[in-house]
């Protein structure tokens, strides 16, 4: 494990879908166990496919392996943990002495799990805790056992779990906790924390500041994975292409926000880290501005779990997974405006999330899909819904030379697809240069379900150079109030797309006339691996103004969105020459 301060995250998945979360409230995943037998209630749902998952289950089966801690031979009594990319499910297990808990790894990333509050030690090591592998221990003493890995948060913060020992489990509550949502704005009227000139590393400083402060980091190459729990600091580059961390190879994330309420970074660049560049976890405000994150092993910049976001003037480049991804929130309040996103397995992914999130006036080129917002059980709060996807140029995104996970490499060839989603408004983009289909409106199997595609409208946009469809659909039977109307475009599928399903008037013709199915949308994923470490490094990209002089101002809720975006004024944009 890397000794270095601050290391890890990566990209979150859970499969437990609770209510959808009100305003102020914080929903807690638990569940009281049900024993049922050796066997127990391992669950086979993995998280690295996000469409089609249940074309390429079987292959991806986890195999038991390595235990951890004092672990015990499975007894009669065995109830299952399921550990994701940013969750132990259920997150508060209730169970009778005697019981094993058995933790298997189910995401794609290593994890540990350290014991925070209790003296039992069931933990295990991230080396023993790969994809796939199960630890197990059998709890005998009464009591309450707090942990959590710290690859990917803190014993009070971000990837937590406990285990309540109970004689009498119907005695153990199950509300939800609240936390409420402080809107006021929040000034940038702390001190200035300067890197090196008074501390030597961006953690130390990160850990002196305080509420309003600024760590400001000196042109430089700096080795470290930040981790930040401070609320409402800003942290900013002297310059966005020399203010550079790199992570060669061998550290997990560039920054990792975990928990941590208005974290703003700012101009500079984190490159060659295992997991991710800039990761934002379980918050309220988060802003990345003026960000490159180059050659990172998920995600480029990443905000799970969070609300209230903003991703602007920023670059993500060369992740196998997405250049940009905002998950897991409903609603998320974010906004990505005036960035790009290129040589990625995906350009854009949002597990189910939504719920005035715009993403707007930013380009998706050369990936191998271009913007994909889906639904999925293996994170919380599906369906997707409510994605606003206006003004942005989509093109090319059909390259098989660059790095992809299996979701992917099946979508590969898409522009702009609504894999499963409801009610999302895709209007004014320039699309074109698709291997597949240049807007695809698709029903979305998901292990013994399908995510129906509802209520999307497609409208005002420019497609063109399809090379299956420029326009697609693929629903079971029935369309589902998606509709279309004032594109440009000359293929559809099924044919007369705008007169089957069109946005206002009466429809006419049938689903089944040039109607394609699944198949002709998705691609095989046996194919030669592309690894991530080998794609190029971008040119110079434009720093922010005045990055030394510039006031700042904290991400807190109450402070964002910092650029006004008029959704209906955003134009078609033109065609880069």
């Not at 638990?30 to 050796?38: C, D, N, P, Y």
């Not at 295992?274 to 910049?301: E, M, P, Q």
């Not at 369309?479 to 000359?490: A, E, H």
């Amino acid at each position: 494990m890397d000794t270095h301060v601050g290391t890890v995250d990566h990209a979150g998945q859970g499969d437990l879908t609770p209510p959808t979360p009100t305003e102020g409230t914080t929903q807690v995943p638990i569940q009281v166990a049900k024993h049922e037998g050796a066997r127990g209630r391992l669950r086979s749902r993995r998280p690295a496919v996000l469409v089609m998952a249940a074309l390429v289950l079987l292959l991806l089966a986890p195999a038991c392996g390595a235990s951890g801690g004092t672990a015990k031979p499975l007894s009669s009594e065995v109830v299952d943990v399921t550990v994701l990319d940013n969750s132990f499910n259920p997150e508060t297990l209730v169970i009778t002495p005697g019981t094993t808990v058995r933790w298997t790894n189910k995401g794609k990333l290593d994890h540990n799990s350290i014991v925070a509050v209790g003296d039992l030690k069931f933990g295990v090591d991230a080396k023993d805790f790969g994809p796939g592998k199960s630890h197990q221990f059998t709890f005998d003493k009464v009591g309450e056992y707090s942990y959590y890995c710290s690859l990917h948060g803190t014993a009070e913060r971000g990837m937590t779990g406990k285990i309540v020992v109970t004689n009498d489990p119907k005695s153990v509550g199950t509300t939800p906790g609240t936390q409420p949502v402080n809107m006021d704005v929040v000034k940038g009227d702390g001190v200035v924390l300067k890197v090196p000139a008074q501390f030597p590393t961006i953690q130390g400083a990160v850990d002196a500041a305080k509420a309003g402060d600024m760590v400001l980091v000196s042109k430089g190459i700096y080795h470290e994975a930040v981790k930040v729990t401070k609320d409402n600091i800003v942290i900013r580059g002297e310059d966005r292409n020399e203010t550079v961390l790199d992570g060669e190879f061998k550290l997990d994330n560039g920054f990792l926000v975990s928990g941590a309420n208005g974290v703003a970074i700012e101009n500079m660049t984190a490159k060659n880290y295992k997991v991710n560049g800039f990761f934002w976890t379980g918050v309220k405000g988060y802003r990345g501005s003026y960000l490159t994150a180059i050659r990172n092993g998920d995600y480029g910049l990443y905000g799970f779990d969070s609300r209230y976001g903003q991703f602007d003037h920023s670059l993500g480049t060369g992740s196998p997974d997405a250049g940009f991804y905002i998950g897991q929130c409903y609603p998320c309040d974010a906004l990505i405006t005036d960035s790009e996103s290129y040589l990625n397995g995906l350009g854009y992914s949002g597990t189910n999330a939504g719920g005035n999130l715009r993403i707007v006036r930013s380009t998706f080129r050369d990936n191998r899909s271009g913007i994909v917002p889906n639904s999925g059980s293996y994170e919380k709060y599906p369906p997707e819904r409510e994605s606003t996807i206006v003004g942005n140029i989509v093109y090319g995104n059909s390259r098989r030379d660059v790095p992809a996970i299996n979701a992917a490499l099946l979508l590969e060839g898409d522009g702009i697809v609504s894999a499963g989603g409801i009610d999302n408004v895709i209007e004014r983009n320039l699309v074109y240069d698709h291997d597949k289909a240049g807007i695809l409106l698709l029903g979305f199997p998901d292990g013994d379900k399908v995510w129906d595609v509802t209520g999307n409208k497609v409208r005002d946009n420019d497609v063109s150079d399809s090379r299956v469809a420029d326009l697609a659909m693929v629903t079971k039977d029935e369309n589902l109030g998606n509709c279309f109307s004032g594109n440009v475009f000359k293929s559809s599928t099924p044919a007369n797309i705008e007169k089957l399903a069109p946005c206002t008037g009466p429809s006419a013709g049938s689903l089944t006339d040039g109607a394609l199915g699944l198949a002709s949308y998705i691609n095989a994923t046996d194919r030669p691996p592309v690894d991530f470490k080998t794609m190029p490094d971008p040119p110079a990209q434009t720093t922010m103004p005045d990055p030394l002089s510039a006031p700042w101002k904290p991400a807190a809720p109450g402070n964002l969105p910092t650029i006004t975006v008029d959704v209906a004024a955003i134009p078609l944009p033109t065609k880069p020459s």
